[in-house]
Nanobody, 126 residues
Framework: QVQLVESGGGSVQAGGSLRLSCAFSGSLFSTPSMAWFRQTPGKEREGVAT???????NYADSVKGRFTISKENAKNIFYLQMDSLKPEDTAIYYC????????????????????WGQGTQVTVSS
């Protein structure tokens, strides 16, 4: 059984930084594609940053230059470093992972990922 657990959310003022972590365990796979998504009330879940298992990175235009996705293979953890945060970054952030063929490039499409964390709230005040 695959399990993903996020941590690191919280409240911060605009211009500040937060780092989210996602630890995955279970009979997953050695090299999954990993992704971060976010969602606000009344809106669809949107892709933020992904790391494709073939070595590709993808970022939403709204976070390019501010957010960085990375991984720590030895600990089965991946991160989302968020800098220069803006109030519009306020959302529930979810990590996701999969090793299916369709996710090998790390697409920003949430429907392609089967395994999800429970979500962590990020609030940015102005």
């Amino acid at each position: 059984q695959v399990q993903l657990v996020e941590s690191g959310g919280g409240s911060v003022q605009a211009g500040g930084s937060l780092r989210l972590s996602c630890a995955f365990s279970g009979s997953l796979f050695s090299t999954p594609s990993m992704a971060w998504f976010r969602q606000t009330p009344g809106k669809e879940r949107e892709g933020v940053a992904t790391f494709g298992r073939i070595g590709t990175f993808n970022y939403a235009d709204s976070v390019k230059g501010r957010f960085t996705i990375s991984k720590e293979n030895a600990k089965n953890i991946f991160y989302l470093q968020m800098d220069s945060l803006k109030p519009e970054d306020t959302a529930i952030y979810y990590c996701a992972a999969d090793a299916d063929y369709d996710t090998r490039y790390g697409p920003l499409e949430p429907s392609l990922y089967r395994y999800w964390g429970q979500g962590t709230q990020v609030t940015v005040s102005s």
